[in-house]
């Protein structure tokens, strides 16, 4: 089986070596492109991407924020960030294969220095392009696998292109290719969901620590009645100035800290964290406490109480970075 699998990927390059980059970006362009974003394949494409999405983005996230008075709207936008999460994740690679193939098609020959030079560039273009559009806070590892994705991409479309050139249909997977193709998607998913998360926050659809208002009420929605969860006062939030102040004569209050707040339209989340730093408990194990204040048309309720190891919390990921991702990586 081994001998079998090394037998095929020596193939596979040895083919590499000989393609025509010029005629692979015109298949690139003509067969892939064109033939995803032409309006009979784009709409089915969507509806599959969207539940793949949103599937997946289920699975990372502890709450998934539905705006009740405005669901068609939420769709619409829905849509157009998973859209330009799919275009940064793929689109952009492939702009820089077509580029990259462009200007090293002018090194003739197919020896396997030449060869190793094209594939060189092709990794160092891969890696300057993901430092371009990835912003400070990206971690190396982030970096790497977000190259590792491109790099399966780029040779899922070699692989198409070896099968067109051959009078193939490039759709049609061999057990091989198909094992290959679902280990860069699985590698792909949780890229996919941070740019779609960053993307969300930069289109102001998430804020990270704004200051929000709060009516009376609402304020009161915040605080806990049992007395069991209470958190040590010099450790809650919502007893400290630095994130939190009501008005005096029932007028509200601003909370401007540990907080983070989806919105669409008429409808918001607050998700506040009210400890300031970690709790422990009876095992010696971190963990937070959140309060969510849903207001969906006006009418607002509270969930008290959210408790989440600390070494499982994403959201004081977000928090602890306070501030606005403008890029999306």
């Known amino acids: ?111 396997k220095v030449k060869y190793a030079i094209k594939l060189i560039t092709l990794i160092v273009s891969f890696i300057i392009g993901v430092e371009f559009f990835s912003p400070d806070y990206i971690d190396l590892l982030q970096k790497v696998q977000v190259v590792i994705i491109w790099l399966g991409l780029y040779l899922v479309l070699i692989s198409m292109y070896l099968a067109y050139i051959k009078h193939n249909n490039p759709l049609k997977l061999s057990r091989l290719k198909l094992i290959f193709l679902f280990s860069v998607l699985i590698l792909a998913a949780q890229p996919l969901i941070r740019i779609d998360l960053h993307t969300s926050e930069a289109l ?14 609402n304020c009161a929605l915040l605080h806990s009645l049992n007395p069991n969860t209470e958190i ?33 339209g008429y409808d918001y989340v607050l998700l506040v964290k009210k400890n300031i730093r970690p709790l422990v408990n009876k095992k010696n194990h971190e963990y937070n406490v ?30 602890a970075k306070g501030q606005r991702l403008y890029y999306p990586l």
């Open 290 to 319: 959140y309060v969510r204040l849903n207001c969906f048309a006006g009418n607002c309720y509270s969930e008290n109480n959210l408790i989440y190891p600390r070494k499982d919390d994403f959201y004081e990921e977000l928090l």
């Open 1 to 111: 089986m081994l001998k079998y699998i090394s037998l095929r990927i020596s193939a596979f390059f040895s083919a590499t070596r000989k393609l025509d980059l010029l005629d692979f970006n015109k298949f690139i362009l003509r067969n892939i492109i064109y033939h995803i974003f032409n309006t009979r394949n784009l709409l089915p494409f969507v509806i599959a991407l969207c539940v793949v999405g949103f599937s997946l983005i289920t699975e990372e996230s502890r709450y998934i924020f539905i705006p009740q008075t405005s669901v068609a709207a939420y769709a619409s936008f829905f849509i157009f960030t998973l859209i330009v999460s799919i275009i940064t994740l793929l689109i952009y690679p492939i702009f820089i294969i077509v580029s990259v193939n462009f200007v090293t098609s002018y090194l003739h020959g197919t020896t």
């Open 204 to 217: 102001n659809f998430t804020n990270i620590n704004p200051q929000v208002y709060l009516t009376s009420p």
């Open 232 to 264: 040590p006062a010099n450790n809650n939030t919502l007893n400290n100035t630095k994130y939190y102040r009501e008005l005096p004569d029932n007028q509200g209050c601003y909370i401007y800290g540990n907080t983070i707040r989806y919105s669409f």
